[in-house]
C-alpha cells in the first residue's frame, strides 16, 4: 500500500511540476511585449543590423540593457556580458594570375581567391588529391604550391566544401605550404555564382592568420580549364586586395539552475542578432533589410526564455548566447565554441531559433526535431499552445547544417533549431526572405505569442528533465557527442 501511495504521489508531484512550467511560460510570454522588442530590433533606425554596422551595435546594447532589467547575470569569470569577436572586411583583389605549368588563368575569369592578401609567388606545386590529412601525409609540400581538388570526394554539397577548405588551408600552412589552389567544379552552385559573391566585400573571423603563417588559397574553375596535376612550376600574382579589422560581439548572459547537483549542466539557449544590412530598394524604394523574421523573431525568442528563467529559474543552468556574424558564415558561433567562457562538454543541449519565415500558423518547425531525445518535450510543449511540432520539411536545403546550431553539433553538443512553422519554400516565405518587405508589421503577433510560450515551455522542460537529452543513435553528430561527454 505504501509503495502504491509513493508512485501516486510521485506522478502528481511530475504532473504538478509540469503545470507549474506550462502556467509559468504563459506568465512571461506577453504579445505586446513581443511587439515592443521586434518592433525595436526591426526597425529602420538599425539599418538591418549588418555585421560590422553601428545598427548591430545598438542591438546588441538593447540585448545587454533586457539582460540588465531581467537579472541575468554575466557568466562566471568574465566581466562583461559582451565577447568581442575579432573579424576582418576583406575587399577583393582588383588583378590576379596564376600560371600552373604552360597555362594561365585570369582572376574571376579562372580563379577565385578565398583567403590571402597581394601576393607574389613562384614555387613548384605538387598535386595532393583531395588536400585531406591522409593525402598529405608524406608529401615533401614545404616551400610548394599545393594542388589539390575541392570536398572529400563523397560530399556533392559546396557548403561542406567551404568547410573542408579552411581545414586542409590550416594543415598546409602548417606543412610549411606557400599556396593551396583546388580545382572547383560543382553543378549545385555554378561558378558565376561564386564570381558574384566572392566580388563584393567578404567579412570573415581575424584569426591572427598573418601571425600563423596561413596560407593563400584560391579555387580554379575546372569546368571550363583542363588543369594538368603533374607536377611543375606555379606562379601567382594578385593585387588590389585590402583589408580592415573590426570587432563585433556576441552577447551572453547566464542564468544559475536551482538544483545543487544539475546547476553544473548548462542548457544553451541561442539566436543570431545580425541581418544583411541595407541593399537594392525594392519597387517601393525601400533599401532597408529589417529582418524582422530573420532573426529579430529568434532573438526575441532567447530573450523571452532570458526573462523567464531568471524569475523561475530551471534546475540547469542557462546560458543566453546571441551570436554576430551568422548572415556572414556563422562567424559569431563559431568563434563562441572554440573560445567559450563554458567548458563545452557541460554544455549538455543548444536550443538554438532562427528563421527564414512562415506559412502555416498552427505548425512549429523544429529543424532536428527528430534527432534528439528532447522530441517528445518539444512536440509537448507546443501542443499544448495550440501548435504541432514538425520536422524539416525541406531537407535537401540542409537547413541543419546553415544556421549556428551546426556549430555545437559539430562538438557534439545536441542542438535543434526552433523555428516557426513552413511547410515549403513557396512564395510566402520568398516574399520575406531577406527582402525589405520583412518590417515588423506585417508579423502576426496572436500566432508569435503560442510559438514564444511553446518554447519558453520547451525550454522549461528540458532545463527540469531527469536526464539530459542527447542524439539519437545513428545519427551524423552522435559519435561526437560520446567523445565529448564520454
Given at each position: 500500500?505504501?509503495?502504491?501511495?509513493?508512485?501516486?504521489?510521485?506522478?502528481?508531484?511530475?504532473?504538478?511540476?509540469?503545470?507549474t512550467?506550462?502556467?509559468?511560460?504563459?506568465?512571461?510570454?506577453?504579445?505586446?511585449?513581443?511587439?515592443?522588442?521586434?518592433?525595436?530590433?526591426?526597425?529602420?533606425?538599425?539599418?538591418?543590423?549588418?555585421?560590422?554596422?553601428?545598427?548591430?551595435?545598438?542591438?546588441?546594447?538593447?540585448?545587454?540593457?533586457?539582460?540588465?532589467?531581467?537579472?541575468?547575470?554575466?557568466?562566471?569569470?568574465?566581466?562583461?556580458?559582451?565577447?568581442s569577436?575579432?573579424?576582418?572586411?576583406?575587399?577583393?583583389?582588383t588583378?590576379?594570375?596564376?600560371?600552373?605549368?604552360?597555362?594561365?588563368?585570369?582572376?574571376?575569369?579562372?580563379?577565385?581567391?578565398?583567403?590571402?592578401?597581394?601576393?607574389?609567388?613562384?614555387?613548384?606545386?605538387?598535386?595532393?588529391?583531395?588536400?585531406?590529412?591522409?593525402?598529405?601525409?608524406?608529401?615533401?609540400?614545404?616551400?610548394?604550391?599545393?594542388l589539390?581538388?575541392?570536398?572529400?570526394?563523397e560530399?556533392?554539397?559546396?557548403?561542406?566544401?567551404?568547410?573542408?577548405?579552411?581545414?586542409?588551408?590550416?594543415?598546409?600552412?602548417?606543412?610549411?605550404?606557400?599556396?593551396?589552389?583546388?580545382?572547383?567544379?560543382?553543378?549545385?552552385?555554378?561558378?558565376?555564382?561564386?564570381?558574384?559573391?566572392?566580388?563584393?566585400?567578404?567579412?570573415t573571423?581575424?584569426e591572427?592568420?598573418?601571425?600563423?603563417?596561413?596560407?593563400?588559397?584560391?579555387?580554379?574553375?575546372?569546368?571550363?580549364?583542363?588543369?594538368?596535376t603533374?607536377?611543375?612550376?606555379?606562379?601567382?600574382?594578385?593585387?588590389?586586395?585590402?583589408?580592415?579589422?573590426?570587432?563585433?560581439?556576441?552577447?551572453?548572459?547566464?542564468?544559475?539552475?536551482?538544483?545543487n547537483?544539475?546547476?553544473?549542466?548548462?542548457?544553451?539557449?541561442?539566436?543570431?542578432?545580425?541581418?544583411?544590412?541595407?541593399g537594392?530598394?525594392?519597387?517601393?524604394?525601400?533599401?532597408?533589410?529589417?529582418?524582422?523574421?530573420?532573426?529579430?523573431?529568434?532573438?526575441?525568442?532567447?530573450?523571452?526564455?532570458?526573462?523567464?528563467?531568471?524569475?523561475?529559474?530551471?534546475?540547469?543552468?542557462?546560458?543566453?548566447?546571441?551570436?554576430?556574424?551568422?548572415?556572414?558564415?556563422l562567424?559569431?558561433?563559431?568563434?563562441?565554441?572554440?573560445?567559450?567562457?563554458?567548458?563545452?562538454?557541460?554544455m549538455?543541449?543548444?536550443f538554438?531559433?532562427d528563421?527564414?519565415?512562415?506559412?502555416?500558423?498552427?505548425?512549429?518547425?523544429?529543424?532536428?526535431?527528430?534527432?534528439?531525445?528532447?522530441?517528445?518535450?518539444?512536440?509537448?510543449?507546443?501542443?499544448?499552445?495550440?501548435?504541432?511540432?514538425?520536422?524539416?520539411?525541406?531537407?535537401?536545403?540542409?537547413?541543419?547544417?546553415?544556421?549556428?546550431?551546426?556549430?555545437?553539433?559539430?562538438?557534439?553538443?545536441?542542438?535543434?533549431?526552433?523555428?516557426?512553422?513552413?511547410?515549403?519554400?513557396?512564395d510566402?516565405?520568398?516574399?520575406?526572405?531577406?527582402?525589405?518587405?520583412?518590417?515588423?508589421?506585417?508579423?502576426?503577433?496572436?500566432?508569435?505569442?503560442?510559438?514564444?510560450?511553446?518554447?519558453?515551455?520547451?525550454?522549461?522542460?528540458?532545463?527540469?528533465?531527469?536526464?539530459?537529452?542527447?542524439?539519437?543513435?545513428?545519427d551524423?553528430?552522435y559519435?561526437?557527442?560520446?567523445?565529448?561527454?564520454?
Open positions: 500500500m505504501k509503495k502504491t501511495l509513493s508512485l501516486i504521489l510521485s506522478f502528481c508531484s511530475l504532473f504538478v511540476l509540469a503545470q512550467d506550462m502556467e509559468l511560460a504563459k506568465q512571461t510570454v506577453d504579445q505586446n511585449l513581443i511587439k515592443s522588442h521586434i518592433g525595436f530590433l526591426a526597425s529602420d533606425e538599425l539599418k538591418g543590423r549588418d555585421t560590422p554596422s553601428e545598427g548591430l551595435k545598438i542591438a546588441a546594447k538593447y540585448i545587454e540593457s533586457r539582460f540588465l532589467e531581467y537579472g541575468v547575470e554575466m557568466v562566471p569569470g568574465t566581466d562583461s556580458y559582451f565577447q569577436v575579432p573579424m576582418k572586411k576583406v575587399t577583393p583583389p588583378n590576379g594570375t596564376l600560371l600552373l605549368g604552360d597555362s594561365e588563368y585570369k582572376l574571376q575569369d579562372d580563379f577565385l581567391m578565398l583567403e590571402g592578401d597581394n601576393t607574389e609567388i613562384t614555387a613548384n606545386y605538387v598535386f595532393a588529391s583531395y588536400g585531406l590529412d591522409e593525402d598529405l601525409e608524406g608529401l615533401d609540400i614545404e616551400g610548394k604550391i599545393v589539390a581538388i575541392c570536398g572529400n570526394g560530399s556533392d554539397s559546396p557548403q561542406q566544401w567551404f568547410t573542408l577548405a579552411s581545414e586542409k588551408r590550416a594543415r598546409v600552412a602548417e606543412l610549411g605550404g606557400l599556396a593551396l589552389v583546388e580545382l572547383y567544379n560543382s553543378p549545385q552552385i555554378p561558378w558565376n555564382f561564386l564570381v558574384r559573391y566572392f566580388s563584393g566585400q567578404q567579412v573571423l581575424d591572427g592568420d598573418e601571425e600563423k603563417g596561413d596560407v593563400i588559397h584560391v579555387w580554379v574553375n575546372r569546368a571550363s580549364n583542363d588543369v594538368s603533374e607536377t611543375s612550376t606555379a606562379s601567382l600574382s594578385i593585387s588590389g586586395a585590402k583589408i580592415d579589422k573590426f570587432n563585433s560581439q556576441n552577447v551572453v548572459g547566464y542564468v544559475e539552475g536551482s538544483d547537483k544539475l546547476k553544473d549542466e548548462f542548457i544553451v539557449y541561442s539566436a543570431h542578432y545580425d541581418h544583411v544590412g541595407i537594392q530598394a525594392n519597387a517601393e524604394g525601400d533599401s532597408i533589410y529589417n529582418g524582422s523574421r530573420d532573426n529579430a523573431v529568434g532573438t526575441v525568442t532567447v530573450l523571452t526564455a532570458a526573462e523567464n528563467l531568471a524569475k523561475t529559474p530551471t534546475k540547469r543552468s542557462g546560458l543566453f548566447v546571441l551570436f554576430t556574424g551568422e548572415e556572414k558564415g562567424l559569431g558561433s563559431k568563434y563562441f565554441v572554440d573560445n567559450s567562457p563554458i567548458n563545452l562538454s557541460k549538455v543541449y543548444c538554438n531559433s528563421n527564414g519565415g512562415y506559412n502555416d500558423t498552427s505548425k512549429a518547425t523544429i529543424i532536428g526535431l527528430t534527432r534528439t531525445t528532447a522530441e517528445e518535450m518539444i512536440i509537448e510543449a507546443c501542443k499544448a499552445f495550440g501548435l504541432e511540432a514538425i520536422e524539416d520539411p525541406a531537407p535537401e536545403q540542409g537547413l541543419f547544417d546553415r544556421s549556428d546550431n551546426v556549430r555545437f553539433a559539430a562538438k557534439g553538443i545536441p542542438a535543434p533549431t526552433f523555428g516557426m512553422g513552413f511547410t515549403a519554400f513557396d510566402e516565405i520568398t516574399k520575406y526572405y531577406h527582402q525589405p518587405a520583412d518590417n515588423p508589421e506585417t508579423l502576426d503577433y496572436v500566432y508569435l505569442e503560442k510559438f514564444f510560450r511553446s518554447y519558453v515551455y520547451a525550454c522549461r522542460m528540458i532545463g527540469n528533465a531527469k536526464k539530459a537529452p542527447f542524439w539519437i543513435k545513428g551524423k553528430y559519435d561526437a557527442g560520446k567523445a565529448l561527454y564520454k
